[in-house]
Structures are given as structure tokens and as C-alpha cells.
């Protein structure tokens, strides 16, 4: 372990606050050379990073060098398998997932490329129908059962990199609502054949997903199903969800580590299990993100995308998450990154107490749209509202996207319908991202924009790998933990009390004793929880499952139907 209070990893440090320019009184040929001054720009990559609308100042640049520079010896620091995570005593090593050389040991190298390959020669054998089901002659659906972590990335990544020729169709179990899955489920009719699950869970503990597996295994038997055929899942080793996967003789298991947290999983099975099924190449996917974090390796940190990034959060947040991060991607198929992005940024650095432990309050807010829908949405507020925020464009250059070698993907014809002669609908898309962001800077907005040059599996690695590192680094200079999250469990924990109490209400109104809210709550012994009494009663009264004298009030008599 690196010792933190001697400089090490993740030590806060106080900084300079932001110092910058007044950009909107720039001449057009200073701001034309202040784009070409800071353009990072990888010609190898198929990427660049323009900061030249963030105010930062050349002054601020030289003062935060030190900052940056520890920060990315912290990084090294953590590639190289130093416990980043005290209070569980783990190794952050996500980084690893597509440089496995990079592992400390050899036999970690060795379960990272071992399960790569199994995890394509399982999807293989799906789709050549060497693995199938026993009502079909091939499984044609995937159903992936997971939250957070283990629902997000999946989601963004099959939401991006969707084709109508893609091997399997994905669907979505990703929260313990019975209608959510409801729909899913009368979606998938009697394809549920023909379906494939695939439950995730590190522990196999977490409620959303054991209640999505039951839900999920009781469709499969009422269809007459042999469940367990169908079954794969993506967990710890020897875990609840482990144990039970053997017990039952699912149809394969691939592993999750304690060294990869459920934010930064995608390129792990968590990730790769189902975007192999749907088709999606994963090797691709795993190579752009190892390119990415060669880039954002460069101990020279003018030369460091991610560095740059984390600087720039820095400065439009004053280091204390002061403003919020808009993301807006101009595509489509990144829709849902805002989403991935909030679950990746807030629950790394939103953050009570730093390294040090002084009460602090760290956290930048994520939110997003696509453009142009953004433009007829919120983009009023951003440009004339309130001063809250920093944006982040994201472009993707190429308007079409072919998947090589993949008849019927293609995009290509529509990218050069004319709707006006010499004039497509993408020349209109990237019009109105380039006019945003003038129109923001005009108001003093300032924005940051990531460009690549195509939008496919590489592309999507890419990015993932650009946040992983940006958020390290970002958190290292704040001297907080970004690699853990107390806030979380607690959220657990106060939502497993909810459901003793509702047990014990149950069992107080078992004998047919009719009881109000406070009665109720004196009988359980949690008078304090009186509140809490209500709202369940009200829930299961919703439901059929208690009835009250009159109405549904505070003031009501509850009793089981």
C-alpha cells in the first residue's frame, strides 16, 4: 500500500483556485490561436480534445502542474496493484481488463485472457447453435439481469453498437419494478424460447437482481420452461449467486473479480458476456479501450487526454463540483452514455470525507441529452438561464455507421440523402452541435468537445477508457477515494430495514386486529418509524393486500384483506 499522508497515492493538496480568461472578449484570431495552442489531437487515435472554451489560463496551467503530475503518479501507482481501496483492502484493476499484461501477477493475467477467450468461444458455440435450447433450434435473445454496474454499461454499449443483423436481441431486467419486467417479458412472448438469461451479481446478494433471477425463472417454468438451460451467470466466486448457478446446473458461470468495481466492469464478463451474445466484437471493443489508455499513460500530461480532462473538470468546478457536467452527445447511439457516465462520475467522487478525512462533500453532477433533441429541450436554460454547468459535446465525425463485412448494417445511403441540394441530414446534426457551442460560448458557457472520427466497437472502448482514467485522475487530485461507496450501502441497508418493518406490520395484523399508523408502529416497537408504518400500508393497501376503515389517510385503521 502506498502511504498517502507521505505524498503518495491520492494525498490531497491544496491548489490554486480558477484562474482564467474572459474568452467571449477574445478577438477571433486570439480564440483561433487559442484552439490551435491547446487542440489535442491523435491522428492514430481518430480522436482529439478540444479545452480552448474552458477559461482557463496559462498561469493556472503552470500552477496546477505539480497537482497533475502527483496525480499521475498515482495512477502508475495504481496500475501497478497498490490498494486504492483501504477500507476493503482491494486492488482497483480495471486497467488490466485490456492490458493484461499489466497484471501483477501471472496468474491474474492469466483469468483475464482465459476468460476473454471462453467468453467468445461460448458466444460462438450460441450462435452456431452448438449450445441451444431445448424448445428451439437456436437461442435468439438475450435477457440480462443485473443493476447499476452490472445493468448500465451493458446497456449503453448494446444501445450503441446495435444492428438489425446483430447474432441476438438484447432486453433488459435493470431495476425490481414487476411492471418493468412485465413489459420485457410480454415483449418477448414466446421468444422467451428462445432466450438466454443472464444474471449478474458480484455477491449475489444484491435484491434487484435475486428478484429479477426469481421473476425471470417463475416466466421461464409458467411457459412450461425448464429454466436452468437458459441460465448463465456473471458473479463472484463462491458468491450466493455462484453456489446456487452449480447447485442448479445453470449453463455456464464466468467470473467477476473483487478488483473491478461495478462502475468500471464493461470490459470485464460483466460487460463482454453479453455484448459477445448480441454479436458485438468484443476484442475491438477491449483494443480501441487499451489504445485509449496508452494515451492517457503519457507522464507528460500536456500530452495526456485524460489529464487535460481532469484539469478541466477541476477548473470549471473549482475543484468542489460548483457547476454540473451537461453531457451531449450529437449521435444517436450515445444516447445513453449520460446514464453510464452518472452512475461512473457521481458514485466515484461524490464523496463526505476526503483521504485525510475531513468533511468535504465531493461530487460533480451528470446529466444529458443527444443533439439536436437537446436543442429543443433544455439548450434555452444552458445558453440564457442559470450559470450551473459546463457542457461536453461529443461528435462523431463519419455519419454513417457501417459494420465491415456485415450486409444490411449500413447506414450509408441515408447519410447521402440530400434534403437540400449539397446539403444531408448529418451536415444539419453537426450544424447545430457547432452552433450550440458558439451560441453557449457567446454567454460565457463553457464547454469542452471530444471529436472521433467514427463511431463503432473500438470507438465505444475508447470512450469508456477516457472516463475510467479522467475520473482517477480527477479523484486523485481532490484527495477523495473514487474507488468506493459507502453512500451506497447505506441506501442498502436503510431499504432492508423498510422491509423488516413491513414484516413485522404484516405480523402484527395477522391476528385480524385493525390498527392505525401509530398503533401500528407501537405494537412493532417502532414508534420513531410511524412514518415509515404509513407509506407501506398504503403501498400494500394499493396493492390488494390490506384494506383500510376509510380511504387511505394518516388517520386510517389498516387491516389484512
Same mark, same amino acid.
Request: glycine share 8%; charged share 20%.
Given at each position: 500500500m502506498i502511504d498517502k499522508m507521505s505524498g503518495g497515492w491520492g494525498q490531497p493538496r491544496a491548489r490554486p483556485a480558477g484562474k482564467g480568461v474572459d474568452m467571449p472578449t477574445l478577438t477571433t484570431t486570439a480564440l483561433w490561436e487559442r484552439f490551435k495552442g491547446?487542440?489535442?489531437d491523435d491522428r492514430a487515435l481518430g480522436f482529439s480534445l478540444d479545452p480552448s472554451r474552458i477559461n482557463f489560463s496559462e498561469e493556472w496551467l503552470a500552477e496546477m502542474q505539480p497537482a497533475i503530475e502527483r496525480a499521475l503518479v498515482d495512477m502508475q501507482a495504481l496500475e501497478g496493484g497498490a490498494i486504492a481501496n483501504p477500507d476493503e483492502h482491494r486492488m482497483v484493476g480495471h486497467y488490466?481488463?485490456?492490458?493484461?499484461?499489466?497484471?501483477?501477477?501471472?496468474?491474474?493475467?492469466?483469468?483475464?485472457?482465459?476468460?476473454v477467450e471462453r467468453i467468445g468461444q461460448f458466444a460462438a458455440d450460441v450462435h452456431e447453435g452448438r449450445v441451444r435450447p431445448s424448445h428451439a433450434d437456436r437461442f435468439r435473445n438475450v435477457l440480462v439481469v443485473g443493476i447499476g454496474g452490472s445493468a448500465l454499461g451493458p446497456e449503453f454499449v448494446s444501445a450503441a453498437l446495435r444492428y438489425p443483423s446483430d447474432q441476438m436481441r438484447a432486453y433488459f431486467f435493470d431495476n425490481t419494478d414487476p411492471d418493468?419486467?412485465?413489459?420485457?417479458?410480454?415483449?418477448?412472448?414466446?421468444?422467451?424460447?428462445?432466450?438466454?438469461?443472464?444474471?449478474i451479481s458480484k455477491s449475489g446478494g444484491t435484491k434487484e437482481t435475486r428478484n429479477g433471477q426469481l421473476l425471470a425463472k417463475w416466466a421461464y417454468e409458467q411457459s412450461g420452461l425448464e429454466f436452468a438451460p437458459h441460465f448463465v451467470a456473471v458473479t463472484g466466486a463462491d458468491s450466493e449467486l455462484d453456489r446456487t448457478a452449480m447447485a442448479e446446473n445453470w449453463l455456464a458461470r464466468f467470473p467477476m473479480w473483487d478488483w473491478v468495481g461495478g462502475r468500471t466492469s464493461e470490459l470485464s464478463a460483466v460487460g463482454l458476456v453479453p455484448a459477445a451474445l448480441q454479436g458485438i466484437d468484443i476484442r475491438a471493443m477491449l483494443d480501441g479501450a487499451r489504445q485509449m489508455d496508452v494515451a492517457t499513460r503519457v507522464m507528460q500530461w500536456r500530452r495526456n487526454p485524460a489529464a487535460w480532462m481532469a484539469l478541466l473538470w477541476y477548473h470549471a468546478t473549482e475543484g468542489r463540483g460548483r457547476k454540473d457536467m451537461v453531457v451531449l452527445p450529437y449521435k444517436d447511439r450515445l444516447e445513453l452514455f449520460s446514464r453510464y457516465l452518472q452512475q461512473l462520475v457521481m458514485e466515484s467522487l461524490g464523496k463526505a470525507f476526503d483521504l485525510a478525512g475531513k468533511e468535504v462533500h465531493q461530487g460533480i453532477s451528470v446529466y444529458g441529452n443527444k443533439g439536436s433533441t437537446d436543442q429543443h429541450a433544455y439548450v434555452q436554460q444552458l445558453r440564457d438561464g442559470v450559470l450551473n454547468f459546463f457542457v461536453t459535446f461529443i461528435r462523431i465525425l463519419r455519419d454513417d455507421t457501417d459494420?465491415?463485412?456485415?450486409?444490411?448494417? #449500413? $447506414? /450509408?445511403?441515408?447519410?447521402r440523402f440530400e434534403v437540400e441540394p449539397g446539403v444531408v441530414c448529418g451536415d444539419y446534426l453537426a450544424g447545430f452541435q457547432l452552433g450550440t457551442r458558439e451560441a453557449l460560448y457567446e454567454k460565457g458557457r463553457e464547454s469542452i468537445t471530444l471529436t472521433f472520427d467514427v463511431l463503432d466497437a473500438s470507438t465505444v472502448g475508447k470512450l469508456i477508457a477516457l472516463y475510467d482514467r479522467t475520473v482517477g485522475l480527477y479523484g486523485s487530485l481532490v484527495g477523495i477515494?473514487?474507488?468506493?461507496?459507502?453512500?451506497?450501502?447505506?441506501?442498502?441497508?436503510?431499504?432492508?430495514?423498510?422491509?423488516?418493518?413491513?414484516?413485522?406490520?404484516?405480523a402484527a395484523l395477522s391476528s385480524g386486529q385493525e390498527m392505525d399508523a401509530l398503533e401500528l408502529a407501537r405494537a412493532i416497537d417502532r414508534e420513531s418509524q410511524v412514518e415509515t408504518v404509513f407509506h407501506v400500508c398504503r403501498h400494500l393497501a394499493v396493492n390488494?393486500?390490506?384494506? #383500510? $376503515? /376509510?380511504?387511505?389517510?394518516?388517520?386510517?385503521?389498516?387491516?389484512?384483506?
Open positions: 491547446y487542440l489535442f488490466w481488463l485490456r492490458a493484461p499484461e499489466l497484471a501483477p501477477t501471472s496468474e491474474l493475467r492469466a483469468e483475464i485472457e482465459q476468460t418493468g419486467m412485465a413489459r420485457v417479458l410480454f415483449e418477448l412472448g414466446a421468444g422467451l424460447k428462445e432466450t438466454l438469461t443472464v444474471v459494420r465491415p463485412g456485415m450486409p444490411g448494417t #449500413s $447506414s /450509408a445511403a441515408h447519410s477515494n473514487a474507488y468506493h461507496q459507502p453512500g451506497v450501502e447505506a441506501g442498502k441497508k436503510a431499504a432492508a430495514e423498510v422491509l423488516s418493518v413491513q414484516q413485522a406490520l404484516l390488494g393486500r390490506l384494506q #383500510s $376503515s /376509510a380511504g387511505m389517510t394518516p388517520e386510517s385503521r389498516w387491516r389484512i384483506c
